[in-house]
C-alpha cells in the first residue's frame, strides 16, 4: 500500500512538474518573443538615427571637400604674393631705417601698393570689391 501511495504521488508530482515546466516553457517563448520584438524596435530606431547621422556626415564631408577645391587655387596663387609681399615689406623696412635715400622707400610703397592690389584681385575676383 504505501508503495503504491509513493508511486500515485511520484505520478502526480511528475504530471504537476510536466504541467508547471509547459507553463513556464510558454511564458519564456512569450517574454522571449516581446524581448525580440523590443529589440527590433529600439534597433531600428538607432539605426535610422545613424543612417542620418551617417547621410549629414556624408554631405559635410561632401561640402568640405567642396570648399577645399574652391579654395586651392586661390590660396596657392596667393602664396608667391604674400612671399613677395613679405620681401617687399623687408626691404622697405631696411631701407627705412638707413633712410639713406627717400625716393626708394616712395618707390617701394608704389610697388607695395600693386601687390596689394594684386592680392585682392585674387582673393575678391576682377569684378569684385572687398568688403
Known sequence: ALRGAWE????ET?????????SHAA???ELAGALLETVDRASGEHHARLAA???????AAGSLRDGANTLAPTASALGPELSAL???LA???SRAEAAQDQA???E?????GEGLERLEKLAFGDDKEPA
Open 14 to 22: 511528475r504530471t504537476h512538474l510536466g504541467a508547471l515546466t509547459e
Open 104 to 106: 626708394a622707400v616712395i
Open 53 to 59: 547621422a551617417a547621410a549629414s556626415l556624408t554631405e
Open 8 to 11: 500515485a504521488m511520484a505520478a
Open 91 to 93: 626691404l622697405l623696412a
Open 27 to 29: 511564458r519564456l517563448a
Open 86 to 88: 613679405a620681401r617687399a
Open 108 to 112: 617701394e610703397l608704389g610697388r607695395l
